[in-house]
């Protein structure tokens, strides 16, 4: 599955299926951009917010999941392990997996499988290979979580950025 986002903005993007569906939309309203929320989209026009990142700048950012209830720290939600680059979360199926923040493209990983469940691509302009706007590509076999693949990836790639920029 690929979910294409219209901006290179990952911060404030709508997403859209392959067949131009919109299925989530991702607001930053503001300068500072202190909160993100993430809607989901259904087919009836039902809008539904399943997420909600409240950025900080001196602590750790809160992260509200609507398949939880609960707001939680992002260094909770998403566990950094010793000597490593990854950020692992526990899937709403029990596994574990890990967002690899090692390249400009993030990498979700099962835990132990090493399987590439999802990654980030940047937008191309076209110059060395075709042009594409910025997507998310989704293994089939985890579209059983995609609420908690694109919230956990608006974390994971600010994270990324932020080391990226130190």
């Known amino acids: 599955m690929r979910l294409s986002f219209s ?3 990952f911060l404030n993007a709508v997403i859209r299926d392959e067949d131009g569906r919109q299925l989530y939309s991702i ?7 202190s909160k993100t929320t993430v809607t989901k989209h259904g087919s009836q026009g039902d809008d539904d917010v399943i997420g909600i990142i409240t950025w900080h700048l001196f602590r750790d950012a809160r992260i509200w999941l609507k398949a939880t209830g609960v707001e939680v720290e992002g260094s909770s939600l998403l566990k950094l392990k010793w000597f490593s680059s990854s950020r692992t ?5 029990g596994k574990e997996y890990s967002w690899n923040l090692e390249t400009t493209n993030c990498r979700l990983e099962e835990k132990g499988s090493g399987v590439e469940v999802a990654k980030y691509h940047e937008r191309n302009l076209g110059i060395m290979s075709p042009s ?3 997507y998310l590509e989704i293994s089939p076999s985890a579209s059983h979580m995609l609420d908690y693949i694109v919230i956990t990836f608006v974390y994971a790639e600010m994270l990324s950025v932020e080391e990226h920029v130190v």
């Open 132 to 134: 594409h706007a910025p």
């Open 89 to 93: 979360f526990t899937g709403p199926d």
């Open 27 to 33: 607001s930053s309203p503001g300068l500072l951009r």
């Open 7 to 9: 901006s290179n903005e």
